[in-house]
């Protein structure tokens, strides 16, 4: 990934990839009971339920974040980009993440979790939280219209015009005028924007835990379908540099929970383990950090395009890797069931996803077929074009 993003890159991929920085510098402590008061005890059906609800809350931008990738990476394929998935502009396209990216990404997330701890530290956590609600609230309105796209374009009644509109801000003029802001959208976008609007006020006045995990969603289902990776050894260098970065900054020191634990924004999925005794103003959270979310499932979705690319309609490497995030994030919670402590997550999450995987890779013969699958980034793919086009021209 990129370490800074184009100015013009559209608002759910500029999203996505911003959060994708904060989630991972905060919280990738796996789940974590986020008692105020520390006399409350949880019943063990509330326990149950906030858990199995964060875990089903989980699966679900990592499923249809995928399927999302598939239809994505094919519209990068054929230089389209009208998937009907948000604002269609020529900009609205995924960010390839490469094996240099996935390398630096641990020691970028690193500075970023230190510097926040740092900041919580020395500045008043209000106006810090108050500054991350302002930021927050723009990209979960965008994230959120962007997730919502889809269902709008097959509910929107007919009967109501569909016009288009487009937002552009240019630099300069004549032959030196650039782009800034190129955004085109219409009727349905703008319904899709206020009703995001109306969920990111919610939020920003209330602090509701169901609008958090409104824009929580959003956030990993935008990461999951536009953060892509460019194959599975880079997948597993990013996973790899991730793991020794959770377990270090969870077990290593108290800095991961310290600013989990400050950071107020949505950025992790959380569900009231008091629901069943004080209904919607439950206060007592367990909490799952999205990032991980969104790790994992950026290499679950790499896999399932690498199922498409096989041709052989099937799709055994991605229900594997599914199978295995279900396994992981259930022993994760066990593990921090019994003793008490926050866990990493990804101590577990990886060996699962990356292991499954590979064993059915293994079995089936295709191990070297799996590391063999590349994808190209956009720019890639047009350079290659161009290169082929002029190849053709000599000829």
């Given at each position: 990934?990129?370490?800074?993003?184009?100015?013009?890159?559209?608002?759910?991929?500029?999203?996505?990839?911003?959060?994708?920085?904060?989630?991972?510098?905060?919280?990738?402590?796996?789940?974590?009971?986020?008692?105020?008061?520390?006399?409350?005890v949880a019943t063990p059906e509330g326990t149950a339920l906030a858990y199995g609800s964060l875990v089903f809350m989980a699966?679900?931008?990592?499923?249809?974040?995928?399927?999302?990738?598939?239809?994505?990476?094919?519209?990068?394929?054929?230089?389209?980009?009208?998937?009907?998935?948000?604002?269609?502009?020529?900009?609205?396209?995924?960010?390839?993440?490469?094996?240099?990216?996935?390398?630096?990404?641990?020691?970028?997330?690193?500075?970023?979790?230190?510097?926040?701890?740092?900041?919580?530290?020395?500045?008043?956590?209000?106006?810090?939280?108050?500054?991350?609600?302002?930021?927050?609230?723009?990209?979960?309105?965008?994230?959120?219209?962007?997730?919502?796209?889809?269902?709008?374009?097959?509910?929107?009644?007919?009967?109501?015009?569909?016009?288009?509109?487009?937002?552009?801000?240019?630099?300069?003029?004549?032959?030196?005028?650039?782009?800034?802001?190129?955004?085109?959208?219409?009727?349905?976008?703008?319904?899709?924007?206020?009703?995001?609007?109306?969920?990111?006020?919610?939020?920003?006045?209330?602090?509701?835990?169901?609008?958090?995990?409104?824009?929580?969603?959003?956030?990993?289902?935008?990461?999951?379908?536009?953060?892509?990776?460019?194959?599975?050894?880079?997948?597993?260098?990013?996973?790899?540099?991730?793991?020794?970065?959770?377990?270090?900054?969870?077990?290593?020191?108290?800095?991961?929970?310290?600013?989990?634990?400050?950071?107020?924004?949505?950025?992790?999925?959380?569900?009231?383990?008091?629901?069943?005794?004080?209904?919607?103003?439950?206060?007592?959270?367990a909490m799952l950090g999205l990032g991980d979310i969104v790790i994992?499932?950026?290499?679950?979705?790499?896999?399932?395009?690498?199922?498409?690319?096989?041709?052989?309609?099937?799709?055994?490497?991605?229900?594997?890797?599914?199978?295995?995030?279900?396994?992981?994030?259930?022993?994760?919670?066990?593990?921090?069931?019994?003793?008490?402590?926050?866990?990493?997550?990804?101590?577990?999450?990886?060996?699962?996803?990356?292991?499954?995987?590979?064993?059915?890779?293994?079995?089936?013969?295709?191990?070297?077929?799996?590391?063999?699958?590349?994808?190209?980034?956009?720019?890639?793919?047009?350079?290659?074009?161009?290169?082929?086009?002029?190849?053709?021209?000599?000829?």
């Open positions: 990934m990129s370490e800074a993003e184009q100015v013009s890159v559209s608002a759910p991929e500029a999203a996505a990839a911003a959060v994708l920085d904060a989630l991972n510098a905060t919280d990738s402590n796996g789940t974590e009971a986020l008692n105020a008061t520390a006399k409350f699966l679900l931008p990592i499923f249809f974040g995928a399927l999302r990738s598939v239809t994505c990476s094919k519209s990068k394929e054929l230089g389209e980009n009208d998937y009907d998935s948000g604002f269609r502009n020529a900009a609205d396209m995924p960010e390839t993440i490469t094996s240099r990216d996935a390398a630096r990404f641990p020691i970028i997330a690193s500075c970023t979790l230190f510097g926040l701890y740092l900041f919580f530290k020395v500045f008043s956590q209000e106006y810090i939280n108050l500054l991350l609600s302002v930021y927050f609230f723009v990209l979960g309105v965008l994230a959120l219209s962007h997730t919502m796209s889809p269902l709008m374009f097959r509910i929107f009644p007919a009967s109501i015009p569909n016009k288009q509109y487009q937002l552009l801000f240019t630099q300069g003029s004549g032959e030196s005028k650039e782009e800034i802001v190129n955004y085109e959208f219409d009727t349905k976008n703008l319904v899709c924007l206020l009703i995001s609007s109306v969920v990111g006020v919610w939020y920003l006045l209330k602090k509701h835990w169901i609008a958090n995990n409104l824009f929580g969603l959003a956030f990993a289902l935008n990461g999951v379908e536009l953060l892509h990776l460019n194959n599975v050894s880079t997948g597993c260098i990013l996973l790899g540099g991730l793991f020794v970065y959770d377990v270090f900054w969870v077990f290593g020191t108290n800095v991961m929970v310290t600013v989990a634990k400050s950071f107020e924004a949505p950025i992790k999925l959380v569900f009231p383990q008091d629901l069943l005794e004080k209904g919607l103003g439950a206060s007592n959270f994992p499932g950026i290499f679950i979705a790499l896999l399932l395009r690498f199922d498409v690319s096989l041709k052989k309609n099937s799709r055994t490497y991605f229900y594997s890797s599914f199978l295995a995030y279900i396994f992981g994030l259930g022993l994760t919670i066990f593990v921090m069931h019994t003793f008490k402590h926050a866990q990493p997550a990804l101590l577990y999450l990886v060996p699962a996803c990356v292991g499954f995987p590979v064993i059915v890779a293994l079995f089936k013969g295709e191990l070297t077929e799996m590391f063999r699958y590349e994808e190209s980034s956009p720019e890639e793919a047009a350079a290659k074009e161009d290169s082929s086009e002029s190849d053709k021209k000599d000829q």
